[in-house]
């Protein structure tokens, strides 16, 4: 009975591992493409550059060290539109993965949750809830003043029901940003310095 337990459990093992292996491009295939389309989604054009990819890391108020991931974005012309940023913090459900755009001067473009954990018809809303002419519109703003719920006596308004998650998302925002402004600038060229290679 051990015997053929243990030979289930190996032939199992193997069956899954030989999955995993075949899934795991098309995974890794799927995730590219659909940040490639975030990107494009929160830099509002179609024909764009990800010049470059720089990784910086601070500090919260609570000694947690964040990692953002900084997709520097080029027109075809090579002239600088800004960038993408990657954010997480945590919010109701689990983490909530934000990717945001910004212009050169830091006003915000776009934004998309690319992962969250929220519950559904409550804090998911904030896919659509902070966009242009919603309830909560982000979009234009420059979170050089942190964004905040009115709840806190901020000038956001919350998702209804949700404002665990609406402070998660204006905080992954304000973050993002801060990551974005703190990034090096060569002075001869004005382009980041590149922190990871691409």
Same mark, same amino acid.
């Not at 945590?90 to 473009?109: A, C, H, Q, S, Y």
């Not at 719920?149 to 992954?172: P, Y």
């Given at each position: 009975?051990?015997?053929?337990?243990?030979?289930?459990?190996?032939?199992?093992?193997?069956?899954?591992?030989?999955?995993? $292996?075949?899934?795991?491009?098309?995974?890794?295939?799927?995730?590219?493409?659909?940040?490639?389309?975030?990107?494009?989604?929160?830099?509002?054009?179609?024909?764009?550059?990800?010049?470059? +990819?720089? +990784?910086?890391?601070?500090?919260?108020?609570?000694?947690?060290?964040? +990692? %953002?991931?900084? %997709?520097?974005?080029?027109?075809?012309?090579?002239?600088?539109?800004?960038?993408?940023?990657?954010?997480?913090?945590?919010? =109701?459900?689990?983490?909530?993965?934000? &990717?945001? #755009?910004?212009?050169?001067?830091?006003?915000?473009?776009?934004?998309?949750? &690319?992962? $969250?954990?929220?519950?559904? #018809?409550?804090?998911?809303?904030?896919?659509?809830? =902070?966009?242009? #002419?919603?309830?909560?519109?982000?979009?234009?703003?420059?979170?050089?003043?942190?964004?905040?719920?009115?709840?806190?006596?901020?000038?956001?308004?919350?998702?209804?029901?949700?404002?665990?998650?609406?402070?998660?998302? &204006?905080?992954?925002?304000?973050?993002?940003?801060?990551? %974005?402004?703190?990034?090096?600038?060569?002075?001869?060229?004005?382009?980041?310095?590149?922190?990871?290679?691409?």
């Amino acid at each position: 009975m051990v015997l053929v337990l243990t030979g289930v459990a190996v032939v199992m093992g193997g069956i899954l591992a030989y999955v995993n $292996h075949l899934t795991a491009e098309p995974i890794a295939q799927q995730k590219e493409k659909a940040l490639a389309d975030g990107i494009k989604s929160v830099m509002c054009v179609d024909e764009l550059t990800v010049a470059k +990819t720089d +990784t910086v890391s601070q500090t919260d108020a609570k000694g947690k060290e964040l +990692t %953002y991931i900084i %997709y520097q974005i080029q027109d075809g012309a090579n002239q600088d539109l800004g960038a993408a940023v990657e954010s997480t913090t945590g919010g =109701f459900g689990g983490d909530l993965k934000v &990717l945001v #755009g910004f212009d050169p001067e830091g006003k915000i473009l776009g934004y998309a949750l &690319l992962e $969250h954990a929220e519950t559904p #018809g409550l804090g998911a809303k904030a896919d659509k809830w =902070f966009q242009q #002419g919603e309830k909560g519109d982000i979009i234009g703003k420059v979170p050089a003043e942190p964004l905040t719920v009115s709840k806190d006596g901020g000038q956001v308004d919350a998702i209804t029901a949700s404002t665990i998650t609406s402070r998660a998302f &204006l905080l992954a925002v304000n973050n993002a940003y801060n990551a %974005y402004m703190a990034t090096p600038v060569d002075a001869e060229s004005g382009a980041t310095k590149q922190k990871k290679e691409d």
